[in-house]
């Protein structure tokens, strides 16, 4: 298979380090960062007609048409935003909270997410509830289970992750979606990681938006992410920018598509980030990224004589691994430590506290192989054995 060291070469990466956290940023393939280029050289060589002409007469339309076809969904459903933090604030502030109403998260939120749900209850009286998700979850009841019990009568809004970010765990978001529906409960899902990395039909998981970061596992440039927003939802939600398009007759996407002038070229190039993706056989990516980042689980539990104790059904291409030591810390030990590996190692990982343990979650990316786990398992040995 063509995958590995055989291909890092199509990356800025340094062959020499061992690059183990895609998950946190994405790294976007030297293809994708030529045709970034062309689209921006376009754009300065005539700016009236690319910013005031094209980008209106349908070039957005028709990269939302191919983001949209990739998750089975119909690109006017579908809005580019920068990142799955902006799209979380085109929700939370775009809705109309009343005091006491709830605000329901789950203790695997990301960090800058739930401040979103802070920010919004604050302004309206409302409070935000977090359930609590244990870590290592056992199965899928054991989530849908602690998310019921935290809804009442006055949950008016759901937030779930779809792959959560600190524990890399999937959520059974289907299932959670039609349970809160059944409560009358609107549900946002932030599933930053999800493509690319999984097997994904938006549409078909019923929610009432679904954000995803394109520049994560999807290879799109910084600054590309989709977010879906059902029909019944579309008049109700708009950008944190209004702007011309706020009064726009052709609705959701045109409202999302002029926030101000602006660089365009992370939304188009998600056509060349597909056939990147694609160009490698879809579920050849996904099988790849998923069996070496298992492998690579076991392999380094083992090594490091720590108990993974997890379900390998429950995970993707990111793995978490318990530091040998059960090293306990606050953010300024996971900085640290993270800091040690890359000056001292040249291994890029991120350590993370899906519960109060401190976790080494490892990424795997198509440009990854088993020699960059080796790497780590010795570095980490070197600093905790
Ligand atoms: C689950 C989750 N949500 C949201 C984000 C925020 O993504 P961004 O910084 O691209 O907005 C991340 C980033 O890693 C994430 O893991």
């Not at 900085?335 to 993370?352: D, G, M, N, Y």
Request: hydrophobic share 40%; proline share 4%.
């Amino acid at each position: 298979m063509n995958f590995g060291k055989k291909i890092i070469d199509k990356w800025h990466i340094d062959p020499d380090v061992a690059f183990l956290n895609h998950g946190s940023y994405g790294a976007c393939p030297i293809p994708v960062l030529q045709k970034q280029n062309e689209i921006r050289e376009r754009m300065e060589m005539q700016p009236c007609e690319f910013l005031g002409r094209d980008v209106w007469e349908g070039l957005i339309e028709e990269s939302l048409e191919k983001a949209g076809s990739f998750v089975s969904a119909h690109g006017k459903d579908m809005a580019f935003v920068d990142n799955a933090t902006t799209g979380a604030n085109s929700v939370l502030r775009s809705l109309d909270f009343n005091p006491g109403d709830e605000l329901v998260t789950t203790s695997h939120v990301y960090g800058a997410v739930r401040a979103t749900m802070d920010f919004v209850a604050l302004k309206s009286g409302a409070i935000v509830k977090e359930a609590q998700v244990p870590f290592p979850a056992k199965s899928e009841d054991e989530i849908i289970t602690s998310i019921e019990s935290a809804l009442t009568s006055k949950t008016k809004f759901l937030l779930i992750d779809h792959i959560a970010s600190a524990s890399a765990t999937i959520f059974p978001v289907k299932k959670i979606v039609d349970m809160a529906h059944d409560k009358n409960i609107r549900v946002f899902v932030d599933g930053a990681h999800a493509i690319g990395q999984i097997e994904l039909d938006i549409p078909s998981l019923g929610a009432d938006w679904y954000v995803t970061n394109a520049h994560k596992w999807l290879y799109a440039p910084k600054g590309c992410a989709l977010l879906w927003t059902s029909p019944e939802m579309q008049d109700e939600t708009h950008p944190t920018v209004i702007s011309w398009g706020y009064h726009g007759k052709e609705g959701y996407s045109t409202e999302f598509l002029w926030q101000g002038t602006r660089d365009f070229s992370p939304w188009l190039c998600v056509d060349s980030a597909i056939d990147f993706y694609e160009s490698f056989g879809s579920g050849d990516v996904k099988k790849y990224m998923h069996n070496l980042a298992w492998k690579s689980a076991e392999m380094l539990a083992e090594e490091w004589g720590v108990d993974l104790n997890l379900e390998k059904r429950m995970f993707a291409s990111m793995v978490p691994i318990p530091i040998p030591g059960n090293i306990y810390g606050g953010d300024d030990e996971r900085i640290s430590i993270v800091k040690r590996l890359w000056e001292k190692h040249k291994v890029e990982v991120a350590v993370t506290d899906p519960n109060d343990q401190l976790w080494i979650r490892i990424s795997a990316q198509i440009y990854n192989e088993e020699s960059d786990y080796r790497k780590l398992s010795i570095a980490v040995k070197n600093e905790f054995l």
